[in-house]
């Protein structure tokens, strides 16, 4: 019972820090190999002490395990400013298009949100990772 609590306490935890969500794709989406598709980041509610810098998207292929976010060279699938408009159903988010690269290896893949958040007092800007499991399958070739 402890355990369990302490664990909803983290969850509950990293779930008010990231400032940023990945809306789609969610985990175990399935794209395949170069298949154009769009990215939708979620800002899901008034960030008090973050100030945006900048967002990059990218897609790493998992092997036995997904490489920890930050700390692998994957394919970026974007890298700019992050411009939410509000809707009317969704909140504040803006969809971003993106191809998956051909030559991402089939499998499990890892696509990682990070968001370069500068904090008033800090002289770096914090990084911040959000992820989703998703899984390419192989692409089909034009008769
Ligand atoms: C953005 O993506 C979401 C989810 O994939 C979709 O439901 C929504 O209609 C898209 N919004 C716009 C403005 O394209």
């Known amino acids: 019972m402890k355990l369990l609590s302490l664990t909803t ?3 509950a935890t990293a779930t008010a820090y990231a400032s ?11 794209f395949r190999q170069g298949e154009k598709s769009h990215v939708q980041v979620v800002r899901p509610g008034a960030i008090e002490d973050c100030t ?11 092997g036995k395990t997904c490489p920890k976010p930050g700390k692998h ?5 974007y890298k700019g400013p992050f ?5 009317k159903i969704g909140g504040d988010y803006e969809n971003f298009t993106v191809t998956f690269p051909e030559s991402l290896k089939t499998g499990k893949a890892l696509l990682t949100l990070t968001n370069k958040c500068r904090r008033e007092g800090e002289s770096q800007p914090s990084l911040e990772y959000t992820t989703a499991e998703i899984k390419i399958t192989e692409r089909v070739h034009a008769l």
Request: hydrophobic share 45%; aromatic share 6%.
């Open 83 to 87: 411009k939410p408009t509000h809707q």
């Open 9 to 11: 306490l983290l969850a």
């Open 73 to 77: 060279a994957g394919y970026a699938l």
């Open 20 to 30: 940023l969500q990945i809306g789609f794709p969610t985990n175990g989406a399935s």
């Open 52 to 62: 945006e810098v900048g967002i990059v998207i990218d897609v790493v292929h998992c």
